[in-house]
């Protein structure tokens, strides 16, 4: 009688895949005894693990959009954006898409979400999903004397645009002398194309000090022949819109944007304004990573990841936290009881930051901290750019990578050495050779 075949149990896998030891390494053989260390796989494809590390056949997927050029998907304050083809969408339940905004351009897309306001940005375009971020300046208003009631003496002038109800900076003020009793015609120049009024700031005779005498329309020019007198004076010289860059992220208050090597940061609680001559810090390189968490921000460039601390830019502390190169473009934050392992020591509250480097994931938590969750087991190509996305869903939780632009393989190898000894010949023995 033949003997019965019993099922060969396969799994579990809790440590998931190893691509680094040796495939004759004893960490894919299987346990022998309750002691023994899980068994990790060389390879496992088109199939997924669970928490347990059981395997499961992977879902198939099916066509949903046909997009020209999609880019930039993001789940934001329960709505999901996209960019295709250069416009901006919003993507309904129904699969219809609503344009947004246009002429976004093919660069991804960095978002951040403040109340129910989406602030993004890219390194060819900045603005708020349905609103207004900022407006240019006006160059400084070309002055010349007309007849009024100003008293005589040096006046100062100075003008802002506005759009609704967002004040633009100014340019430093344009000077002018009145001999006699007169008033003054401003030339107004390089007005911002969304902006609906201008306000008119200007001086006393002789005096320091600009203060607001008139909002009026946009015109060509404006006229003052008389100085109302108030209490609100120009507060905002030389404060710029948003410059465009790679990155955005809010942190007690400030808007940060990383911008080349350059980190900006807005004034505080005024999202729309930046000092873009003081208020910044350089770094040694192109900025490939900005994530806040609520006790500080992780900032990385091509070669250090930092940590930064502090209520405000006058007392951020910054520390080199990690030298690993991180793949540009690929952090999220998640709520840090998502990763079980990390908490074995202690209880995480709160979020921690997660992204990619070269040796796998990593995560940084919220004392500045970080911890490599893959590291010695998971060695990655170089690539340049990446995406991440947290997956939930039937007993799986997953970290979803999105790669692009391979640089390099990351390649473990080994290589033999030869060894040769050389006899010298002599006269006596060549004859043998």
Not at 255 to 280: C, E, K, N
Request: charged content about 20%; glycine content about 8%; overall charge negative.
């Amino acid at each position: 009688m033949k003997e019965e075949q019993k099922p060969v149990q396969v799994g579990p896998f809790p440590l998931g895949i190893n691509n680094v030891d040796d495939q004759a390494s004893t960490h894919f053989q299987l346990p022998t005894s309750a002691a023994d260390s899980p068994p990790a796989l060389t390879r496992a494809v088109n199939v997924d693990l669970d928490r347990n590390g059981w395997l499961r056949r992977r879902r198939g997927r099916t066509i949903w959009k046909d997009l020209t050029n999609g880019h930039s998907l993001t789940s934001i304050n329960r709505r999901l954006l996209l960019v295709d083809a250069g416009v901006l969408y919003e993507v309904l339940d129904d699969g219809t898409m609503v344009s947004l905004a246009s002429g976004i351009g093919n660069s991804y897309l960095s978002y951040v979400a403040v109340g129910d306001q989406i602030f993004y940005i890219s390194e060819e375009t900045a603005g708020i999903v349905g609103g207004l971020w900022g407006l240019d300046l006006p160059a400084p208003p070309f002055l010349t004397s007309i007849a009024g009631n100003l008293s005589p003496g040096e006046y100062m002038v100075a003008i802002t645009v506005e759009a609704n109800g967002l004040e633009s900076g100014a340019r430093l003020p344009t000077k002018i002398t009145l001999a006699t009793q007169g008033g003054i015609q401003a030339s107004l120049s390089n007005i911002d194309p969304q902006a609906e009024y201008v306000n008119v700031y200007c001086s006393e005779p002789d005096g320091r000090d600009l203060y607001w005498v008139d909002r009026l329309p946009i015109a060509a020019t404006v006229n003052i022949t008389s100085v109302q007198r108030s209490t609100d004076p120009l507060r905002t010289f030389n404060y710029y819109p948003p410059p465009k860059g790679q990155f955005i992220a809010v942190h007690r208050g400030y808007m940060l944007i990383a911008s080349g090597s350059v980190l900006y940061w807005s004034q505080p609680l005024d999202y729309h304004h930046f000092r873009i001559q003081s208020d910044l810090q350089l770094l040694p390189s192109r900025i490939v990573m900005l994530i806040t968490l609520d006790t500080g921000f992780f900032i990385a460039t091509e070669s250090s990841t930092y940590w930064i601390t502090g209520d405000i830019p006058d007392l951020w502390t910054i520390t080199t936290v990690d030298s690993g190169r991180v793949i540009e473009g690929s952090a999220i934050r998640l709520p840090a009881h998502k990763f079980p392992t990390l908490n074995d020591k202690q209880v995480i509250r709160g979020e921690v930051a997660v992204w990619m480097s070269n040796d796998g994931f990593v995560v940084g938590l919220p004392d500045g901290t970080t911890k490599h969750i893959t590291d010695s087991r998971l060695a990655i190509d170089t690539y340049n750019s990446g995406r991440l996305l947290f997956r939930e869903q039937d007993n799986l939780r997953q970290i979803i990578a999105s790669l692009h632009d391979k640089q390099e393989d990351n390649a473990l190898g080994i290589s033999d050495r030869a060894t040769c000894h050389v006899i010298r010949a002599t006269q006596e023995n060549i004859g043998e050779l």
